[in-house]
């Protein structure tokens, strides 16, 4: 990741620098070439004029003059031609650029400047003609002529400028990028490290946050977040196991006692054979409630898929109060119903009343009275359970779903329930997407309020 970082940014900054380069090298080219095409115009034209003074006699151009004194003109690498009207060489002085070759010059077309190549070397030349100032006739030419060599040495040196630096320059972009990402990457491992470390029984560990706050702390805070669900939900598990075996091994306590004691006294003990039978009955009851309890926590989803979606919600609380009724004598149930239906599975609809009413019913007191209202609010069926009967304490009521949660810890063994109830009534409201409000006053009562998603088609049609 590092190196691949590095080594990406360092071709993209080589890519990047060539074409600098190339363009740096190529404008200074011109520029330096066309800036000695003007010093030699110049110097030419002066030379022109000098000799137009000097070396003219009566209007024509003297012959066999000693040209050295034009050196004045030269720079080292130039060479300075007289030339005649019709371009024949009449005297030369300074470097020895041309050697056998003839100096170019247009008496015609009148171009004065450009390149040529003598035996490999490049040479620049810029030719002004002699006016004579009395007739303003053309009465020979100055050609100045140099060579290219101090060019050379300026373009290759700054190629060599060029070069280093440029190399210098993807070294170290290649050393930045690959610092940087590393510096960039150093959390990521660090939390790769931990997410390393961490096993079931290692849940508590966390990934060590950045003191920046960058997208690497958004993660790892990401991270740490989903790491405490996690941790939460295993120790849920572990409660929950704790509290199921819990629960189990007491009524097999108590039937294991009892057995050995009808296997000691039953036989001749008419009494002890009674009560020992009614308890173990009553105790297998418990386990065989409790089993059908946690297997529909354990498969309620699983079994969502298996039934119609459509429950006729006034039809089952009618039959529910008509079960649950004989076995809480003396309350007065009454109920006020809307009709409607529900988008539920029918058995989980039908766990979900009876749950509810019978908490009404065991915690309300004999002569209060239980309150069931059903009615359609929208899109939502809303049913209200209330009773006038003991009421929830306060500091209890974000607890009553939780899994074995009773508020009465030592409850009486025939009234008491295993307190898995309202934890089954809250995952079956979660699956189906409903709501589930409580509101309860000491020794006044408690309301549970469940809201669910409402069928709104006609009936026998229904099927989602
Ligand atoms: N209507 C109510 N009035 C007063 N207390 C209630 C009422 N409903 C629930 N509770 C309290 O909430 C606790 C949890 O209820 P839940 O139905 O989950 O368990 P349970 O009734 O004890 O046992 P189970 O329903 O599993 O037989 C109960 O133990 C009870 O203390
Ligand atoms: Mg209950």
Redesign the pocket.
Known sequence: MKLKIASFTAVVMMVVLCILDVFIYFTLQTHLANLQMGNMNNTSVSAADYVERVLTDGGSLRTGSDYRWLDRFLREGQEIYVLGPDGKVRGRTGANLLKTVAPPVDVESGVQQGHLTVHGASIMYSVTPIVDDDSARIIGYVELLSDTASEKDYMRLLVTVLVIGSFGAVLLTALGGYVISAAATRPLKRMMITVGRIEANRLHERVPLPRRRDEVAALSQAFNRMLGRIERSFEQQSQFVADASHEIRTPLTIIQGYANLLKRWGKSDPNVLEQGLLVIENESRRLRTLAD?LLTLAGMEASVNDEPHVVDVDEVIAETIETLAPLYPERTIQSFLGGAEVAMAPSHFRRLCT?LL???L??TPQGQEVNVRTSVDGRVVQLEFE?T????PEDALPH?FERF????KSRDRKG????????IVKELIDLYGGTIGVHSTLAQG?TFTVRLPRVRERPGKTQE
Do not use: F
């Not at 008491?416 to 934890?423: E, I, K």
């Open positions: 309890d749950n019978d908490n009404a065991k915690y009773d009967g003991a009421g929830i009553i949660y009773r508020v009465e008491g329930g295993t307190g898995l109830g309202l934890a408690t």
